[in-house]
C-alpha cells in the first residue's frame, strides 16, 4: 500500500484530505503536535503519529521510522489577525525546508505543497498558473512563495516530483470562527445582525472537503508544479452572504455596509482552473449553494453539542 506521510491533518483542510487518501488506496501517517483532536478520523489505513514538525529532530525521528513515498504538507499557522505578518512565518519556511529534505532523504517519490492565492500579483485579478506575475504584499505570501520556488528546484535537483497548490478561498466545517462565512452563519444563528463591508469584492469560493480532495488528486496524478485549487467561479462577497442569508430566511439582519473594507483588500482575486481541470482531471464535489447548506448544518449541530 502507498505510504503518505500527511502534515497539518488535524487543521482546516488536512482533517477533511484523510479519508479522499484513503479511499485512494493510500495507507495516511497523521502527525498531530501535541495533543491528538478527539473527533479526528481513525482506521485501518490511518495511523497517528506525535511529532514538533518545528523541530528537526522531530521530523528526522518520523523519517526514521517509516518509509513515506508521498507526502502533503498543509502545516501552517495561519491564525486570523496575525498570521499575514507574523514572524512564525519565518519558522514555517524553515521547517518546510527541511521537511522536503528529510523527505528526498528518505527516498520520497511525489510531494505535494500548500500555497496560496496572495502570491500573486492581486492587481491582475483573474490568476492563470505561471502567466499571472507573482508579487506577493503580505510575509505570509512571500515565505509561502519563496518555499514554492526553493522547492521545486531542490526536489527537482533530489530527483522527485514537486507539485504546488495554490489555495483561493475555502469556507466550510472547522473554520476559525472568526473568517466570514462562519462569522456571518453565526452571527444570524443568534438572530445578530451580519455586519458586513458592502461585498462588491470579488472571491473564488470552494467548499474545504473540496479543496481537500483536490489535493488528494493532486498527490495521486503525474502532474507537477502550481496548480490553483478552486472552483474558477468569481463570486461576490454581498452574493455569499444573501446566500446564507436566504437559506436561514433571515436576510433582513444582513448589514451590507457596516464595515468599512479595507484599503489593501483587492477587488477581484479568481483562478483560472484549466489545470486542475483538465491535467488533475477534478472537479468539485459541491455547488457554492450545497457547500453553505453543509457548512450552515455543521454550525447548527456544534451550537447543540
Not at 491528538?36 to 522531530?58: C, R, S, Y
Not at 505570509?140 to 483561493?168: N, P, T
Not at 466570514?180 to 444570524?188: A, E, F, K
Not at 455547488?287 to 447548527?300: A, F, K, P, V, Y
Amino acid at each position: 500500500m502507498k505510504q503518505v506521510l500527511l502534515t497539518g491533518a488535524s487543521g482546516f483542510i488536512g482533517r477533511h484530505a484523510i479519508m479522499p487518501l484513503v479511499e485512494r488506496g493510500y495507507h495516511v501517517h497523521c502527525i498531530y503536535r501535541v495533543t491528538k483532536p478527539k473527533d479526528m478520523v481513525e482506521g485501518e489505513n490511518v495511523t497517528w503519529h506525535q511529532a514538533d514538525i518545528l523541530k528537526k529532530e522531530g521530523l528526522k525521528e518520523i523519517f526514521n521510522s517509516f518509509s513515506f513515498s508521498y507526502l502533503i504538507h498543509l502545516a501552517w499557522d495561519v491564525t486570523p489577525g496575525s498570521y499575514l505578518e507574523s514572524l512564525h512565518n519565518y519558522d514555517w519556511l524553515i521547517a518546510s525546508l527541511n521537511i522536503l529534505q528529510e523527505f528526498a532523504e528518505s527516498g520520497g517519490k511525489k510531494v505535494v505543497y500548500a500555497g496560496t492565492c496572495i502570491e500573486y500579483d492581486v492587481n491582475y485579478g483573474y490568476c492563470v498558473e505561471n502567466l499571472t506575475p507573482t508579487k506577493p504584499l503580505t510575509f505570509y505570501g512571500s515565505c509561502k512563495h519563496h518555499l514554492q520556488s526553493v522547492g521545486e528546484k531542490y526536489a527537482g535537483a533530489a530527483g522527485i516530483d514537486f507539485a504546488w497548490g495554490r489555495v483561493f478561498q475555502p469556507y466550510g466545517p472547522y473554520e476559525y470562527p472568526s473568517r466570514l462565512v462562519p462569522s456571518v452563519i453565526n452571527s444570524l444563528l443568534k438572530d445578530k445582525p451580519a455586519q458586513c463591508t458592502s461585498g462588491k469584492q470579488f472571491r473564488d469560493f470552494l467548499h474545504v472537503a473540496d479543496v481537500a480532495d483536490a489535493f488528494a488528486a493532486l498527490l495521486d496524478s503525474d502532474v507537477r508544479g502550481v496548480v490553483n485549487i478552486a472552483s474558477g467561479n468569481p463570486v461576490s462577497v454581498a452574493e455569499l452572504v444573501m446566500q446564507i442569508a436566504n437559506i436561514l430566511g433571515k436576510e433582513s439582519s444582513v448589514q451590507m455596509g457596516a464595515i468599512a473594507p479595507r484599503y489593501t483588500d483587492p477587488p477581484f482575486i479568481v483562478a483560472d482552473k484549466t489545470r486542475l481541470q483538465n491535467e488533475v482531471k477534478w472537479t468539485p464535489k459541491y455547488s457554492l449553494h450545497e457547500g453553505l447548506m453543509n457548512t450552515i448544518s455543521w454550525w447548527e449541530k456544534r451550537r447543540l453539542q
